[in-house]
């Protein structure tokens, strides 16, 4: 295209007067669940704002539970009224798909944030400071820890309830991220669910220093990840000239009619495609923790408050699975033959690096990281089968997985002593003597975590391997089934370290939970059963749901 | 003159970005070099967008821009609260939490 061509694409409207701008179509009540979310993160901000401090904690908690559930409401309105199958469409533009697995996923996510604001919203782990209830965020995020400024927050009993707005955004993002059906879109709502996990991160109440490092590493990396997943859309935009889906996938295809000449010189570029589709790989497999891009789980999971780490170990996997899930399947399946190499790669060096490293963890918090990476792997087979049963299955396992997460790391909320939460692994010895009840709990997460039939972990592990067995990754089958006897190990040693070794005498105490917690951790135990006793209701509505629309 | 030039520019000020925030030490440091990898992006799309002869490059760099900023008062925060604590922005300094 010449200059003069180029520069009148910004010229001639003013000189020719205004051309009517089209205003854009936004199909509403499809955007119901992510506009009543944000909707609800901002009037949260207001609260923030107008609401006298005592009663903005209730405040918060009934505008986000409501709110979540509204959203919730909303989904299965739109699933029932077929948006998930036959009139599966893309809605703003083309900017956001509504289908079965975005309905899906965002159905799970939902549901995953309700039980996870619960535990944000428990006040009883914690003896009464100062005549205030406390709950697992700082007093006030900005004050430095152990100083006059710190203690004079604590003594005036101040909580930070911000972290409901913040955390709303961040559900708000995750929503967005499965369903984006462009790059722009899905790099819009990468950040904004990354911005305030990363906040979210810097505010525990104990062990504060730890927090802020987690924060720093978790926002450094997660900014530098985003970085190369942006100049991978640049380059992919460079290759097809537009950032949608549909078109991209058309460009790979070869199936655009009319080539125009100016793309032609960077249209056949495969250069532009394969590396442009590689750094947005990376991007995503940072996010659900793949290895090599796996160092900030342990470190942020450790270190961010424990219902955080909670939420966002099965939010930001479900998420981040899904729109990596609709990548591979809507834009790049004509580069399967290119990227397969690399995903099977990058899912046995998953698998076993989780499993393997998890065996040398002191840290419960730790341990469980370790643990969301060896899944990661699992999820990462079912997502390479590039079938249909790979889309339904990987779906099922990230269901069954989330409220699995949710509830395991509420479980550790509960085991304290004087510093707070209780993590390494020999406080945690005897503990089935002490608190029967909660070790019971704690090893039936664990046996799912592992795999073991009857629970949900073994209809989800299953259907995935069953999936990559069909679609001819057999090899990560079997390297599959390794890891997990190697993880199994150490869920079977955490279950005999809690049942059958003696209590030492300055262990720690089990908290009684308020019934916020109680209900989460119930919720995780119900989900736990129902997938692994009956799961095959879900795994129909699952297979369902697994189908992409273009 | 050739707008590819543009991208081999865009391409190298991202590489810088990346080996900067491998290399530097100092968390503000770092943060910049991200930036600076976002603002090859920004490069890159413009470039492109000149190239294709359509308007979603640039409309993509605004969006850009202000997720940067965005970026910015949220990284901050986290570093400058860090920075409080600890009297030091080293990423090195940040090990509580090694094995």
Redesign the interface.
């Known amino acids: 295209?010449s200059v003069t061509?180029?520069h009148s694409?910004?010229t001639t409207t003013a000189a020719e007067g205004i051309d009517k701008i089209q205003a854009p179509k936004i199909e509403y009540a499809q955007l119901a669940p992510v506009l009543i979310v944000l909707g609800a993160a901002v009037v949260g901000i207001l609260l923030e704002a107008f609401v006298p401090r005592k009663g903005r904690y209730y405040a918060q908690l009934f505008l986000s539970v409501v709110a979540l559930a509204a959203a919730f409401a909303a989904v299965v309105a739109l699933a029932a009224g077929g948006y998930g199958s036959t009139k599966a469409h893309l809605a703003a533009m083309g900017a956001i798909a509504v289908d079965g697995p975005a309905l899906f996923l965002q159905g799970v996510i939902l549901l995953t944030s309700v039980v996870a604001v619960f535990t944000f919203a428990e006040r009883r782990l914690d003896p009464v400071s100062h005549g205030a209830r406390i709950d697992s965020f700082a007093a006030e995020?900005?004050s430095?820890?152990?100083s006059e400024g710190e203690k004079a927050a604590v003594k005036a009993g101040f909580t930070t309830t911000e972290v409901f707005p913040i955390m709303m955004f961040a559900v708000a993002g995750m929503l967005v991220f499965p369903a984006a059906n462009d790059l722009?879109t899905l790099?819009?709502a990468l950040?904004v669910f990354s911005?305030p996990l990363?906040?979210l991160c810097?505010l525990a109440r104990r062990k504060?220093?730890?927090s802020?490092?987690?924060?720093?590493?978790y926002?450094?990396l997660g900014?530098?990840s985003s970085?190369?997943l942006?100049?991978g859309?640049?380059?992919l935009?460079?290759y097809a000239?537009?950032?949608s889906y549909a078109r991209i996938a058309a460009v790979v295809d070869g199936s655009v009619g009319t080539v125009?000449p100016?793309?032609a010189?960077?249209m056949g570029n495969d250069a532009l495609l394969l590396i442009g589709g590689a750094m947005i790989l990376m991007g995503l497999l940072f996010k659900v923790g793949a290895v090599p891009f796996h160092m900030w789980t342990?470190?942020v999971y450790?270190?961010a408050p424990t219902p955080v780490t909670g939420f966002m170990a099965a939010a930001t996997k479900v998420a981040a699975f899904g729109a990596l899930l609709r990548l591979l399947y809507v834009v790049l399946p004509g580069l399967r033959w290119d990227f397969r190499p690399v995903m099977f790669g990058v899912a046995i060096l998953t698998m076993l690096f989780g499993a393997v490293v998890a065996i040398?963890q002191t840290d419960i918090k730790r341990l469980l990281a370790y643990s969301s990476i060896a899944h990661a792997g699992f999820i990462l087979a079912g997502v390479i089968a590039m079938s249909d049963d790979g889309i339904s299955s990987v779906l099922f396992y990230l269901a069954a997985y989330s409220f699995v997460t949710v509830g395991a790391f509420a479980v550790v909320t509960l085991v304290r002593d004087a510093g707070g939460e209780a993590t390494h692994l020999s406080k945690w010895a005897g503990l089935g003597r002490r608190s029967p009840l909660v070790a019971a709990v704690f090893a039936v997460f664990l046996l799912a975590f592992a795999g073991i039939p009857l629970t949900s972990g073994f209809s989800g592990k299953f259907a995935v391997f069953k999936a990559a067995a069909d679609g001819g990754a057999g090899a990560l089958v079997v390297v599959g089934v390794i890891s997990s006897a190697i993880a199994a190990f150490f869920y079977i040693r955490v279950i005999v370290l809690m049942f059958f070794s003696e209590p030492k005498a300055d262990g720690p105490t089990v908290a009684v939970p308020s019934p916020l917690t109680m209900a989460t951790i119930g919720v995780g135990v119900a989900v736990t059963l129902v997938l692994g006793l009956a799961p095959q209701y879900f795994l129909d509505l699952a297979s369902q749901a697994g189908v992409f629309v273009r | 003159m050739n707008p590819v030039n543009y991208l081999y520019l865009a391409a190298l000020l991202f590489t810088i970005g990346a080996a900067g925030v491998l290399i530097r030490r100092n968390a503000i440091v770092v943060f910049m070099c991200v930036e600076l990898m976002l603002n090859a992006c920004n490069l890159a799309f413009v470039a492109f967008s000149r190239m294709h002869g359509n308007l979603d490059g640039q409309i993509i760099a605004f969006f850009t821009m202000v997720v940067a900023a965005a970026e910015v008062v949220v990284g901050l925060a986290i570093i400058v609260s860090v920075f409080r604590s600890r009297h030091s922005a080293s990423v090195d300094d940040a090990s509580l939490m090694k094995l």
Do not use: C, H, N
Request: no cysteine.
């Open positions: 295209m061509a180029v694409l910004w995020g900005a430095v820890p152990g722009l790099f819009i950040e911005l990363y906040l810097a504060r220093l730890m802020q490092e987690a924060a720093v590493k926002f450094l900014a530098f970085a190369f942006l100049f859309v640049a380059l935009y460079g000239g537009s950032v125009d100016v793309l010189d960077t342990p470190d450790q270190g040398t």
